[in-house]
């Protein structure tokens, strides 16, 4: 049978459904549904990812080809529907063209609107509808569009002019006037004349007048636009695979902007930002859905509860607001009324909140999408914890409800309520993504990226945003916009980052020509300090403190629902007793990685290192070795008490040892002096320390097979402190970590010397304790001699970082450089550092597994690599049937949720 491609809707019926996402698209499934369920949505046809893909492949004509019949047919039952015709000069069919992907990728990709019109056209729409302003509007508002979007004279930095906002800018002048509406019919006229003269000298083309050439225009411009650099710099943030494709959805149009019983808007069956069971959104009178997102016109609120309180955090009064800034409760009350009957209707059905876009055309309410809606990592967990207690849902429906990475949001710290006291209010916006930002104000996305490259802490201040600033806003500690309301681009991508956003603060002045932001009457400059509040959308003069959050209630739910499920344990990398508590408030089963070497950095300890190396024998390394032991055996025992009970896995010295000497003269003659040595001395031992590929010279366990009494010491260290912690009644698993092992003597060697010195240990105190001995399996041959190093090894903690390293031969240091244009060009889906390369390291890790297991089926498995705290990572951990993950303490939440998904999706 042909491949179906296009898919109709209308009326009631529709032949998809919401469960055809990955062919659909979002937006296309979801209205199919919406037909299905009685919701009212204009009639149209989606045409299918596959035909993107098949576009990205064919090009253009072969697509066109391929398609043609079946869309010309699908506008005719539109035709059919509407009882209008597409192009006809008396009775017109306008349409609208959208993007829809699987997933929602906010304003990232190209929407055309009132496609159809020409000259003849809009004479037909104006005698139809009886209103000359709303045809002539809407033609103004297609040409830009389309020249925009189809055309590609939407500007392309910040520099370049957009040529019909500046012909829009010179007309108002010329009239005296401020808002797009007040243009006259006359004016709009000739606004559309100087824009297809301006589209003529841009292109060399006329614009065109036929309706199909329209359409077949913007149904390629929406596959194009999938491959536009903010599409793609948005999919490699959120890992969204380019063959996804997107979708295309052509509608019948439907006004808002057709006088004052039309209006447009968008809505939330709940409060993304808190996760309350509040219906909240917003919508303009007479106005097209561009209005609202774009932020260009600050939107009403639909709910008069919602506009109450909006209207507080304004400060404007309650007569003022009812008068000028009704509700839609109040200026529309019946559409008011059965917009919230559907809403509650669309909640129910799909059993989570939902981000709905609407119109109303002259009294008629229609729904023109509904989705998921995006929210913050703590009205995620509320959300989904409010369904389950409804009985709506079930636990594992929370559990993959849940974007692990996004409770990262909650376990951050927020303003401390005393030096809020003390701060200094300087604006007030809307509090459009919560949290708590402070940073140097910078007023452009290439300059957030620039500055934050440099590790500033930035504010990025727009009068609004757009998808161009995506970056920009990505690396921001905040944002803070002018313009544009809840829902405003700002608003929602910001709450999809978890990043905090402050929008529509009304009464700030930018001025980006002199990088200056005019607050309460003081001008802030570029670089000055400023701080945020997300949660109630106050900006602060200067540096706020602040402290950590409360981790209880839905929180903690989630993470008992993770208990029920989980097969991995998560553990901890935690080199002091603090990091160790905060990993085991979050629920971390025990220490996967303590690097020892951390603790020599600390203030009289590096001498002591320092003594170490330089040691021109091993008398004088063992009497600088001597020195150390009290300081590391008295770091262990305070891991050991914060991991009562729990197992502690202590990595013996793995770094280079010229990390640890003075590199500048002045430093190496302190040095000198210190230990009874010359400048010279000092530096002839510095310099011989230097290597070429120091990442893959002497360290790890060539370090403590060269150099015998190293491990000896550390050794001593552990079990020393272990007994004395036993003494004091505390519970205590060491477990004994050899790095960088590569041949299974290297370890057997290690191993050697532990066991003798601790059998010493127990000798000397006249008491034993239980410990384990392993190694980490980050070098490729030990992962393909695993069945020979298993033989002396309890354990196996792979080092990720450093077998992802080695097995694509990239340097950890280096490979910064050519990984960004490696991405961009498509040679690595995404940094394999981040994200584990299942298909190459992966293999070498499952090899491992199986020729470990297969000489000590009982040998514990677990990783430690950066990869231990990320998602899909953690759940290739799960597939191999690994014991346990090890992340850094804020990452414990995130790999306790991805752990207990794994063992849901892979049970
Ligand atoms: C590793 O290599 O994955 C590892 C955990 O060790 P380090 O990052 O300290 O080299
Ligand atoms: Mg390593």
């Known amino acids: 049978m042909e491949k179906k491609r296009i898919y109709k809707f209308g009326n009631g019926h529709a032949e998809g459904r919401a469960d055809m996402r990955n062919l659909l698209g979002g937006k296309g499934a979801n209205l199919a549904e919406m037909n299905l369920i009685g919701v009212p949505v204009p009639p149209g046809f989606t045409i299918t990812t596959e035909v993107c893909t098949e576009y990205n492949q064919h090009g253009k004509e072969a697509v066109v080809e391929l398609i043609k019949k079946d869309v010309e047919e699908a506008i005719a039952h539109v035709e059919e529907l509407m009882g209008s015709k597409f192009g006809d000069k008396e009775n017109p069919l306008l349409v609208s063209v959208r993007s829809g992907a699987r997933v929602s990728m906010p304003g990232m990709m190209d929407t055309v609107l009132n496609l159809g019109l020409n000259d003849e056209v809009v004479e037909g729409i104006a005698r139809k509808s009886g209103n000359e302003r709303f045809a002539w509007d809407s033609y103004r508002r297609f040409v830009q569009m389309y020249g925009d979007v189809v055309l590609g004279m939407k500007p392309k930095s910040k520099d370049d002019i957009d040529p019909f906002e500046e012909i829009m800018e010179k007309k108002k002048a010329e009239k005296g006037i401020t808002l797009d509406t007040e243009f006259t019919v006359d004016d709009l006229k000739d606004l559309v004349v100087l824009f297809k003269a301006a589209v003529k000298e841009c292109t060399g083309k006329d614009f065109p007048t036929s309706s199909w050439e329209q359409l077949w225009g913007a149904i390629c411009a929406v596959f194009d636009s999938w491959m536009n650099e903010r599409a793609i710099t948005y999919r490699q943030m959120y890992q969204i695979p380019e063959e996804w494709g997107t979708a295309v959805n052509v509608q019948a149009m439907v006004f808002g902007n057709m006088g004052n019983t039309s209006a447009t808007g968008v809505a939330f069956t709940r409060d993304a930002s808190t996760g309350e069971d509040l219906f909240n959104g917003e919508y303009l009178i007479n106005a097209q859905g561009e209005d609202v997102v774009a932020g260009i016109r600050t939107p009403q609120q639909i709910t008069t509860e919602g506009s109450r309180r909006w209207a507080k955090l304004q400060g404007i009064s309650e007569e003022d607001r009812a008068s ?28 989570d909140m939902q981000d709905l876009e609407f119109t109303i055309q002259d009294n008629k309410l229609w729904l023109l999408q509904t989705r998921n809606g995006k929210r913050t990592g703590a009205a995620m967990v509320k959300i989904a914890m409010d369904l389950y207690r409804d009985g709506e849902i079930d636990d594992k429906t929370v559990l993959k409800r849940m974007e692990a990475n996004k409770l990262d949001e909650l376990l951050h710290p927020v303003f401390a309520k005393e030096a809020l006291q003390q701060a200094k209010v300087i604006a007030k916006g809307l509090p459009a993504s919560p949290g708590a930002a402070t940073g140097k104000i910078v ?3 290439d300059d957030a990226e620039a500055w934050a490259e440099k590790r500033k802490k930035v504010v990025l201040v727009r009068i609004e945003t757009s998808p161009e600033d995506l970056r920009g806003m990505t690396v921001a500690q905040g944002i803070l916009t002018a313009r544009g309301g ?34 309460s009457g003081k001008v802030y400059k ?9 949660s109630t959308g106050e900006v602060y003069e200067g540096q706020v403190a ?24 998560v553990r901890t990398n935690a080199d002091t007793p603090k990091d160790a508590a905060i990993a085991r408030k979050f629920g971390a089963k025990g220490i996967g990685l303590c690097r020892t070497e951390h603790m020599f950095f600390e203030g009289e300890r590096i001498k002591a290192m320092r003594e170490m190396i330089l040691a021109k024998d091993t008398a004088g390394r063992k009497e600088a070795l001597k020195k150390l032991l009290p300081m590391q055996r008295s770091d262990f025992e305070g891991i050991f008490e914060a991991m009562d009970g729990l197992g502690v896995t202590i990595r013996l010295l793995d770094p280079p040892l010229h990390e640890f000497v003075p590199h500048q003269l002045a430093t190496q003659k302190e040095l000198a ?3 009874g040595m010359t400048l010279e001395e000092v530096k002839l031992a510095c310099d011989a320390l230097e290597e070429f590929n120091p990442m893959l010279g002497h360290r790890g366990c060539r370090l403590g097979n060269t150099y015998p009494e190293i491990t000896e ?35 057997k060697m290690q191993a050697d010397i532990i066991h003798a010195t601790a059998k010493k240990v127990f000798e000397e105190k006249g008491d034993t304790i239980e410990y384990k001995v392993g190694t980490m399996i980050e070098v490729p041959r030990a992962a393909v001699t695993a069945d020979e190093i298993a033989e002396c090894a309890d ?63 009982q040998i514990k498995l677990g990783i430690c690599g950066e990869h231990g705290g990320e998602p899909s990572s953690v759940q290739f951990c799960n597939s191999l049937g690994l014991n346990y993950v090890s992340c850094s303490p804020f990452r414990v939440p995130i790999a306790r949720v991805a752990a207990a998904q794994a063992a849901v999706e892979q049970a």
């Open 443 to 445: 007023f452009f996305a």
């Open 546 to 569: 602040t402290v950590d959050p409360e981790l209880s209630g839905d929180f903690a739910a989630i993470m008992d629902i993770c208990e029920k499920y989980t097969k991995m344990d």
């Open 486 to 519: 809840m829902t405003s681009h700002a608003a929602v991508v910001a709450r999809g980052m978890g990043k905090c956003c402050v929008s529509g603060a009304g009464d700030i002045k930018v001025d980006y020509k002199a990088r200056t932001i005019e607050m």
């Open 673 to 675: 002096d210190e230990m």
């Open 526 to 534: 570029e670089g000055d300090w400023i701080s945020l509040n997300g």
């Open 713 to 747: 010491m550390q050794a001593r260290a552990i079990i020393e402190a272990a007994l004395n912690m036993k003494a004091k009644g505390i519970i205590v698993h060491p477990e004994i970590m050899v790095p960088l092992v590569g041949i299974v003597t290297e370890l």
């Open 324 to 351: 000028k800034y009704p509700s839609l409760e109040e200026a529309m009350p019946e559409c008011a009324a059965q917009l919230i009957e559907t809403q509650q209707k669309l909640e129910d059905y799909f059993k």
């Open 795 to 857: 354990f196996f903690s792979f080092g990720t970082n450093d077998l992802t390293q080695m097995t694509f031969g990239y340097s950890r240091d280096d490979a910064g450089k050519f990984l960004k244009i490696y991405r961009e060009k498509g040679i690595l889906k995404n940094d394999p550092f981040q994200i584990l390369d299942q298909k190459g390291v992966g293999a070498l890790i499952k090899m491992a597994t199986e020729k470990g297991r297969s000489v000590k089926p």
